[in-house]
């Protein structure tokens, strides 16, 4: 069985930083894409990063480029996105996610953790 498991959010001031963890487990997401999306209350889910578990490629959305990154260790079967000068609109539930290609939709993505939720206090 195929498992997401995303760990590290919390509540932190803005400034902060954060490193969120996936863990993967169940099967091999080499030939992969994971990815981080975000959905704060209202809101849609947003695409926040991606990352080829292959090459290492990777790929950040505007709004937070400079301020997040992600990354991944294959010997930990563990994606991370590693997040610095947290704002308070980064306030929602971060997911984890894997499909087959790179793409900034949500409906690209077959496989999904749980989220783990970041509150960002002003």
């Known amino acids: 069985q195929v498992q997401l498991v995303e760990t590290g959010g919390g509540l932190v001031q803005a400034g902060d930083s954060l490193r969120l963890s996936c863990a993967v487990s169940?099967?091999?997401?080499?030939?992969?894409?994971m990815a981080w999306f975000r959905q704060a209350p209202g809101k849609e889910r947003e695409f926040v990063a991606a990352?080829?578990?292959?090459?290492?490629?990777?790929s950040h959305a505007d709004r937070i480029k400079g301020r997040f990154a992600i990354s991944r260790d294959n010997a930990k079967n563990t994606v991370y996105l590693q997040m610095n000068s947290l704002k308070p609109e980064d306030t929602a539930v971060y997911y984890c996610?894997?499909?087959?290609?790179?793409?900034?939709?949500?409906?690209?993505?077959?496989?999904w953790g749980q989220g783990t939720q970041v509150t960002v206090s002003s």
């Open positions: 996610a894997a499909g087959e290609i790179m793409a900034s939709s949500s409906r690209w993505y077959n496989y």
């Open positions: 169940g099967r091999t997401f080499s030939a992969y894409t």
């Open positions: 990352i080829r578990w292959s090459s290492g490629a990777t």
